[in-house]
């Protein structure tokens, strides 16, 4: 069983940068899928963006489309997030998640291991 741990959190000013890391235990890493999700106070947890086992296929919200890129070194047993132009609205605990398949995964409901998450604050 894959365990997760976020790093990277903090305070940023707007139009700013982070890089978030998700390092993942286990063996069998490379053959996950991987989902970056947040949740802001009093609100659900989203979608940011997602990529495949092989880190050749990515997908992103429409939110963060253009802004955050995702990418993962399965030697390294970690996924990155990294963010620019970041705006107060992106303001949330963010999330790294997993499931053992070899597709795209989007729904969060898709999704069986997760990390404790860091916190991402953006000041205006």
């Known amino acids: 069983q894959v365990q997760l741990v976020e790093s990277g959190g903090g305070l940023v000013q707007a139009g700013g940068s982070l890089r978030l890391s998700c390092a993942a235990s286990?063996?069998?890493?490379?053959?996950?899928?991987m989902g970056w999700f947040r949740q802001a106070p009093g609100k659900e947890r989203e979608f940011v963006g997602s990529?495949?086992?092989?880190?050749?296929?990515?997908y992103y919200a429409i939110a963060v489309k253009g802004r955050f890129t995702i990418s993962r070194d399965n030697a390294k047993n970690t996924v990155y997030l990294q963010m620019d132009s970041l705006k107060p609205e992106d303001t949330a605990a963010y999330y790294c998640?997993?499931?053992?398949?070899?597709?795209?995964?989007?729904?969060?409901?898709?999704?069986?291991?997760w990390g404790q998450g860091t916190q991402v604050t953006v000041s205006s």
């Open positions: 998640a997993a499931r053992r398949t070899v597709g795209l995964v989007v729904d969060l409901k898709d999704y069986d291991i």
């Open positions: 990529i495949n086992w092989a880190g050749d296929a990515t």
């Open positions: 286990g063996r069998t890493f490379s053959i996950y899928a």
